[in-house]
């Protein structure tokens, strides 16, 4: 790939989009287990996003999805979700959120992760703020933890 990597491509969305979840980690574990997590959007999402009940994706091999929340009250909304080896992005009406990974280290050992979340209208930047202050670098902490031990599972 010409250009940054995928972890700074995600860098840059989550700066322009002033996200209040915002992380980056290395993991000892090789690329092909820890993006095996998070390219399971269906089996692995609720797992790693507390809110989130369900995730439905349509099958097929297409790179652009369109996929359904639903949250733990119900509430649904329609995602357009975009994977491929190393980079997800999707985004609702009202949320934008991305992962990104590289592999790290010589034979493939380990892993450079990083995850970002924010709402997309700007009306809702002083939420996002409040957000980041109070719960953002917590939960974000918390979701690579569970991509972590989730990885370890496989």
């Known amino acids: 790939m010409n250009g940054p990597d995928r972890i700074a491509r995600l860098r840059v969305l989550a700066a322009g989009l002033r996200a209040p979840l915002y992380a980056e980690r290395r993991f000892d574990l090789p690329f092909d287990r820890v993006w095996a997590v998070v390219a399971d959007l269906e089996g692995e999402l609720p797992h790693l996003i507390p809110f989130v009940r369900e995730f439905r994706v349509p099958a097929g091999d297409s790179e652009l999805k369109q996929a359904e929340a639903v949250d733990t009250l119900g509430f649904r909304g329609r995602f357009e979700a975009r ?18 990974a590289e592999p790290d280290g010589e034979g493939g050992g380990g892993t450079r992760f990083a995850v970002c979340g924010a709402l997309r209208p700007a009306a809702l930047g002083p939420v996002q703020r409040g957000y980041r202050r109070l719960v953002g670098e917590r939960r974000a902490r918390a979701f690579l933890r569970e991509v972590e031990r989730r990885a370890r599972l496989r």
């Open 83 to 100: 994977l491929g080896p190393g980079w997800c992005l999707m985004q609702s009406r009202l949320v934008t959120m991305g992962m990104a």
